[in-house]
């Protein structure tokens, strides 16, 4: 308690009055009721795992083993396919086992496969490395072999097999043209890989080419599609590889050869590789024009930048204004992650109509995590290769929004009007008084449920130029069906909390959150204009009348208005009224009062404020 009076003491010996003073103790000391508001961060539960049966024998052949999982989930609900990853006894071999959903739902269900072991794998104990679980707004979790255990899950399985424990054998490398230029378009090089394996066959290859600089490369997959003469334990693939128009001229080089086998050996043959086997291979790319450079990001906006994944999904439009100078932009993508790092969405752009705008979607599921998510990274990519990555910091850098606000309110019902012809009141489960709705007779025309979510933490919204933060709480507030707004008059009264005391009759504007831009905006009442609130006698909420709009709302103290004597919000005819009767009885000097600044009150300022009352008449007071 030593503390508490200490504090007390310090706002006293700040102006705080007493009652003030004394409210915002009791709030620190007590606390404020914690808000229910969720939204999913919590990844899948495995309860149940099985392997059947856990002794493969694949000598003779490909053979089969079930996985089974058993998951659980709290919202979102596990994908439709969740992972199991294997490794081989020496661990060069490894095999992820994609498990479907055969029963049960996503929020309590079955994921099972019946998973083929390719012959010739390698023979011996294969380990369960992990499992990994996912949710629809990607929660995720890996639960290793110790995990495994100490649940009594099983962690190994037997193979039986006549093993293939060595990576196939690259015999020849050559790619034709040596020689091309692209100063008139795109060039093809025709690749040609001899190679071999035994005895469980090439399964794919892929040859990179990398510019003279480093910077950009391009490749080719080959499968057994491509193969042109001799089998898949010895024989040729062929394919090609585009470069593109205005690429780098100079010597381009195979940066690397990779090769898997049926079995999954693989190998990985890089530059010093090639050469010491002579099959080091350059290309002489030529051209009139190069494109060197990346695309050059000019602007950037996100819309909404405020969703609500309470009820369902939500779709965020990711638009870019770009530039490049030769080759043109190809694509690129935006990845969003959320408050606690734990999940991502991505926007993967793509053209439009317009030369230089750029456009992707990023979609969050029912169930997101709520709070302010951020681009983490951006990437664009133009038509030779180079590339342009952009971090958060980059982009607040250059004044570019780079922020997204999910809010996820529980919506629990909080009352109704049963009778729209009567109205009535309903009142905060959790905050009482302090948070309440006041709906007039045949303001709302049929029966409605009302939801109030006080929202403990604010949004990280930008707050209107000259405007206080923190004003009340931020509250959504959801009718249920929703009425046709504006409503008409007299309108609702609405009372919002205050996180801290203020002094009663400080004069409160209302806002609510635009969720096109995410901006906070004055909200309009009945009589189409601003709506403005005073701090009640509790110093602990704030009242608002002839409110037309419900949705998320939160006052926000009202800047100082020269002029505004009597603090409501506008320069009226009362605040004229007042400044004569002070001049008439001679009262002591008042700041407020000198509107001319010469330090004397008298008729020059009410001049001044006749001046004043004239100009904001229509923007600020009522009519």
């Known amino acids: 308690m030593k503390t508490e009076k200490t504090l007390l003491k310090t706002l006293l010996s700040h102006g705080i009055n007493l009652l003030t003073a004394f409210l915002f103790v009791i709030t620190i000391g007590l606390g404020v009721p914690a808000s229910a508001q969720t939204s999913d961060v919590t990844p899948p539960e495995l309860t149940g795992f099985t392997i059947n049966p856990t002794t493969v024998d694949i000598t003779s052949g490909n053979a089969t083993a079930t996985f089974t999982l058993n998951i659980t989930?709290?919202?979102?609900?596990?994908?439709?396919?969740?992972?199991?990853?294997?490794?081989?006894?020496?661990?060069?071999?490894?095999?992820?086992?994609?498990?479907?959903?055969?029963?049960?739902?996503?929020?309590?269900?079955?994921?099972?496969?019946?998973?083929?072991?390719?012959?010739?794998?390698?023979?011996?104990?294969?380990?369960?490395?992990?499992?990994?679980?996912?949710?629809?707004?990607?929660?995720?979790?890996?639960?290793?072999?110790?995990?495994?255990?100490?649940?009594?899950?099983?962690?190994?399985?037997?193979?039986?097999?006549?093993?293939?424990?060595?990576?196939?054998?690259?015999?020849?490398?050559?790619?034709?043209?040596?020689?091309?230029?692209?100063?008139?378009?795109?060039?093809?090089?025709?690749?040609?890989?001899?190679?071999?394996?035994?005895?469980?066959?090439?399964?794919?290859?892929?040859?990179?080419?990398?510019?003279?600089?480093?910077?950009?490369?391009?490749?080719?997959?080959?499968?057994?599609?491509?193969?042109?003469?001799?089998?898949?334990?010895?024989?040729?693939?062929?394919?090609?590889?585009?470069?593109?128009?205005?690429?780098?001229?100079?010597?381009?080089?195979?940066?690397?050869?990779?090769?898997?086998?049926?079995?999954?050996?693989?190998?990985?043959?890089?530059?010093?590789?090639?050469?010491?086997?002579?099959?080091?291979?350059?290309?002489?790319?030529?051209?009139?024009?190069?494109?060197?450079?990346?695309?050059?990001?000019?602007?950037?906006?996100?819309?909404?930048?405020?969703?609500?994944?309470?009820?369902?999904?939500?779709?965020?439009?990711?638009?870019?204004?770009?530039?490049?100078?030769?080759?043109?932009?190809?694509?690129?993508?935006?990845?969003?992650?959320?408050?606690?790092?734990?999940?991502?969405?991505?926007?993967?752009?793509?053209?439009?109509?317009?030369?230089?705008?750029?456009?992707?979607?990023?979609?969050?599921?029912?169930?997101?995590?709520?709070?302010?998510?951020?681009?983490?990274?951006?990437y664009m990519y133009d038509n030779t290769g180079n590339y342009i990555n952009y971090n958060t910091s980059a982009l607040a850098a250059m004044n570019l929004p780079v922020e997204l606000v999910v809010v996820k309110p529980i919506q629990d019902l909080d009352g109704s009007i049963t009778d729209p012809t009567a109205g009535g009141e309903i009142i905060d489960d959790t905050f009482g008084d302090r948070a309440k709705i006041t709906v007039p007779p045949d303001v709302l025309t049929t029966p409605t449920d009302v939801a109030i979510d006080v929202f403990m933490d604010p949004l990280d919204l930008p707050t209107p130029s000259g405007f206080m933060a923190p004003g009340t709480r931020f509250v959504n507030i959801e009718f249920i069906p929703e009425p046709s707004f504006p409503l008409p008059a007299p309108g609702l009264t609405l009372v919002l909390p205050l996180p801290n005391p203020i002094p009663a009759g400080t004069i409160i504007q209302l806002f609510r959150v635009d969720t096109d831009t995410g901006n906070l905006v004055a909200a309009v009442g009945v009589d189409g204009l601003p709506v403005f609130g005073t701090v009640d006698e509790g110093n602990m909420s704030v009242t608002f009348t002839g409110v037309s709009h419900m949705s998320t709302l939160v006052g926000l103290v009202a800047p100082e208005i020269e002029g505004d004597i009597d603090l409501n919000g506008c320069v009226d005819r009362e605040d004229y009224s007042i400044l004569m009767l002070s001049i008439r009885n001679g009262e002591p000097f008042n700041s407020l009062y000198d509107l001319n600044g010469d330090g004397v009150i008298n008729r020059a300022d009410a001049r001044t404020l006749v001046g004043l009352f004239t100009n904001s008449r229509g923007a600020s007071c009522p009519p």
């Open 73 to 378: 989930d709290d919202l979102s609900g596990a994908i439709s396919y969740q992972r199991v990853y294997l490794r081989s006894p020496s661990g060069d071999q490894y095999q992820y086992v994609y498990c479907y959903n055969i029963s049960g739902t996503p929020l309590d269900g079955e994921w099972a496969r019946d998973f083929t072991f390719p012959e010739h794998s390698e023979l011996g104990t294969w380990k369960i490395y992990y499992v990994y679980l996912e949710d629809e707004v990607g929660n995720n979790s890996r639960i290793d072999a110790d995990i495994l255990d100490a649940m009594g899950f099983p962690t190994e399985i037997e193979i039986i097999s006549d093993q293939d424990t060595d990576p196939p054998v690259l015999t020849n490398l050559t790619i034709t043209p040596l020689s091309i230029d692209t100063s008139d378009g795109d060039q093809l090089l025709t690749v040609t890989v001899t190679a071999s394996d035994n005895p469980s066959g090439i399964d794919y290859m892929r040859v990179y080419l990398r510019n003279p600089s480093g910077t950009v490369s391009q490749y080719r997959y080959l499968y057994s599609s491509d193969l042109t003469d001799g089998t898949i334990f010895d024989g040729t693939w062929q394919d090609t590889i585009t470069i593109p128009q205005f690429s780098e001229s100079g010597t381009w080089r195979v940066y690397s050869v990779s090769l898997r086998d049926k079995a999954s050996n693989y190998i990985n043959l890089y530059e010093s590789d090639l050469q010491s086997m002579g099959l080091d291979v350059e290309i002489e790319v030529n051209s009139d024009e190069q494109d060197i450079s990346p695309p050059e990001l000019v602007d950037l906006d996100i819309s909404p930048i405020f969703i609500n994944t309470t009820k369902s999904s939500a779709y965020v439009d990711v638009s870019l204004e770009l530039t490049d100078d030769l080759s043109g932009i190809d694509y690129g993508y935006a990845r969003f992650i959320s408050p606690s790092g734990g999940q991502d969405r991505y926007a993967y752009i793509r053209s439009t109509e317009s030369d230089n705008i750029w456009e992707g979607q990023a979609f969050f599921p029912q169930y997101s995590e709520d709070g302010t998510w951020r681009i983490s990274y951006f």
